[in-house]
Each structure stands twice: as structure tokens, then as C-alpha cells.
């Protein structure tokens, strides 16, 4: 009974994610302040704010997934414009 137990709650964190990997995508520098962007699945994005130098800017790392909504099809446009009539 534990094995199972074990992957189910496995396949529920792969199914509904709180962190997920995320890739050093770009290094700014903005009016002297240093930005590292990074991207992960589904338009994830983050923004690291290094204190000295790029050099602290990881390659990867686990930051917070932000999901994205999915977008209305044309029946949830239309119900929302005959709604606000």
C-alpha cells in the first residue's frame, strides 16, 4: 500500500507544479542596477537582482512556476459580450 501511496503523491506534484527549472536567459544592466532573467516551461519567467556582479547569476535553479491562464475560445466570447448587454 505505501508504493502506491509514495507515487501518487509524486505524479501529483508532476501534475500540478509549485517550482519548476528555470534557465538563465539574459543579464541586464539598467542604470547600474544588474538584472539576470531567467525562463522556464509555459513562459515562466524570474528576474534575480545580483548585489556584485553577474558572477552570481546560476545557470539553473528552481524558481516559482507561474501558470498562465489558457485563452477563451469563441463560445466564452461570445456568453461574456451577451452577458454585458
Known amino acids: 500500500m505505501i508504493p502506491v501511496l509514495v507515487v501518487s503523491m509524486t505524479l501529483a506534484g508532476l501534475l500540478d507544479p509549485e517550482t519548476v527549472t528555470c534557465h538563465l536567459w539574459k543579464r541586464?544592466?539598467?542604470?547600474?542596477?544588474?538584472?539576470?532573467?531567467?525562463?522556464?516551461?509555459?513562459?515562466?519567467?524570474?528576474?534575480?537582482?545580483?548585489?556584485?556582479?553577474?558572477?552570481?547569476?546560476?545557470?539553473?535553479f528552481q524558481c516559482p512556476y507561474s501558470r498562465k491562464a489558457k485563452k477563451p475560445s469563441i463560445h466564452e466570447i461570445l456568453r461574456g459580450i451577451q452577458q454585458g448587454f
Not at 544588474?34 to 545557470?59: D, L
Open 28 to 60: 541586464l544592466d539598467v542604470h547600474g542596477t544588474k538584472h539576470c532573467i531567467y525562463r522556464g516551461p509555459n513562459k515562466t519567467f524570474y528576474t534575480h537582482f545580483p548585489t556584485n556582479s553577474f558572477r552570481e547569476c546560476v545557470k539553473t
